[in-house]
């Protein structure tokens, strides 16, 4: 089996600077990594250019011109563009521990979506978080900056941090998980099913749960991968919601659609 990681950024070089170091370490590297850019300046274009050089996989940066959020596009693109059997989803602001990308691997069985959670790091610890941590591994040890922020009451999830073998995570973890699109990966056949992320999300940051309900619809069932499959979060204020996108998403709740109208199968532009 082919496994394509998509990491989603926009306009945030630190952040994938530190995602890069993530993916550096991988004890199974993916076969290929796609950056879906919504649009980031030159700054984004060079880093991933220098990390093309570095990494020992194909690194394939996905852009277009930015007018506006729309992540759904850029991602389905991503995915035309790659060719892997099993596709893997990591947020650009999302730090991979050095087993993330074996942890899918080994779980993906051809039919089912894996829903993996999040270490969310603390206001305090995120700007203190540095390329050396990460490419030594400090983030992943039991004692580690990550638990003694946690401790203090600034990091939140820690204890989703600790790598469990597949079975006993699967006993502390054995009722499925909804899709989070920060960390999950699911058959490509399952996201060409649903005909991929509904691209008429532009500005309501809902495209994961709607995606979410489509693939609940079209029968796939729910793998979860708690204490498999590790992720470090950093820290930024969360976003609101506005009653008008409630109102959408309630919407979208009530539908019975499997497939989005606009979608994988819609055609793309960069420069549009």
């Known amino acids: 089996m082919k496994f394509s990681v998509i990491v989603c950024t926009y306009n945030a070089p630190r952040q994938l600077d530190l995602v890069f170091c993530g993916m550096s370490r991988q004890t199974r590297p993916p076969d290929e990594l796609f950056v879906a850019d919504d649009g980031s300046s030159a700054e984004t274009r060079d880093l991933i250019a220098s990390w093309q050089e570095r990494l020992n996989i194909p690194v394939n940066h996905v852009w277009h011109v930015d007018r506006g959020y729309r992540k759904p596009r850029i991602v389905n693109e991503s995915v035309r563009r790659s060719s892997g059997d099993h596709l893997i989803f990591l947020d650009g602001d999302t730090i991979p521990h050095s087993s993330w990308v074996e942890d899918h691997a080994l779980a993906a069985d051809g039919r089912q979506v894996l829903c993996g959670r999040r270490v969310k790091l603390g206001p305090g610890i995120t700007p203190r978080i540095t390329r050396d941590w990460v490419l030594a591994g400090r983030l992943e040890s039991l004692w580690s900056p990550v ?124 420069n549009n």
């Open 147 to 270: 638990s003694l922020s946690w401790l203090r009451g600034d990091s939140k999830r820690y204890l989703l941090g600790i790598r469990l073998p597949p079975g006993p995570a699967r006993i502390f973890h054995p009722r499925a998980r909804k899709l989070m699109g920060v960390n999950f990966s699911l058959p490509r056949a399952a996201f060409e099913a649903v005909n991929g992320y509904d691209e008429s999300y532009t500005t309501t940051w809902r495209e994961d749960y709607d995606l979410d309900l489509r693939l609940q619809r079209a029968g796939y069932s729910y793998y979860p991968l708690l204490n498999r499959a590790i992720v470090y979060h950093l820290n930024h204020p969360e976003r609101q919601f506005s009653p008008e996108i409630e109102a959408i998403h309630a919407q979208h709740e009530r539908a019975s659609n499997i497939r989005c109208a606009i979608g994988l199968d819609s055609p793309f532009d960069p």
